[in-house]
């Protein structure tokens, strides 16, 4: 079966920099819908950015808008999160997804799948 990977998580302090990777192990997921999630301590998992199975559009929730952008290179079947000035609210497990079926601009978990093990993030004011 087909998986996803991610990578580069870490603790930084408040307004630090982390750029976070998501690998598929098939070139299919170059063909989906993908999305980041997070999910906080004490927190149901979040969908914060999702980006189209042609990379041109990109979605965010309203937390990270402005702070984080999404890309993917389709080369390396690879989905990129590049998250700046963080804070503390957004430390937690950072796992990727691909879309099922849908708007790709609709990020509810219930519409994804083939999730990944995720990575921490660790942010300390």
């Known amino acids: 079966q087909a998986q996803l990977v991610e990578s580069g998580g870490g603790s930084v302090q408040s307004g630090g920099s982390l750029t976070l990777s998501c690998v598929g192990s098939?070139?299919?997921?170059?063909?989906?819908?993908m999305a980041w999630f997070r999910q906080g301590p004490g927190k149901d998992r979040e969908g914060i950015a999702s980006?189209?199975?042609?990379?041109?559009?990109?979605f965010y929730a309203d937390s990270v808008r402005g702070r984080f952008t999404i890309s993917r290179d389709f080369g390396a079947n690879t989905v990129f999160l590049h998250l700046n000035n963080l804070q503390p609210e957004d430390t937690g497990v950072y796992s990727c997804?691909?879309?099922?079926?849908?708007?790709?601009?609709?990020?509810?978990?219930?519409?994804?799948?083939?999730w990944g093990q995720g990575t921490q993030v660790a942010v300390s004011s």
């Open positions: 980006i189209s199975n042609e990379g041109t559009g990109r």
């Open positions: 997804a691909a879309k099922v079926s849908g708007h790709c601009g609709a990020i509810r978990p219930s519409d994804f799948d083939n």
């Open positions: 098939s070139a299919k997921f170059n063909r989906r819908c």
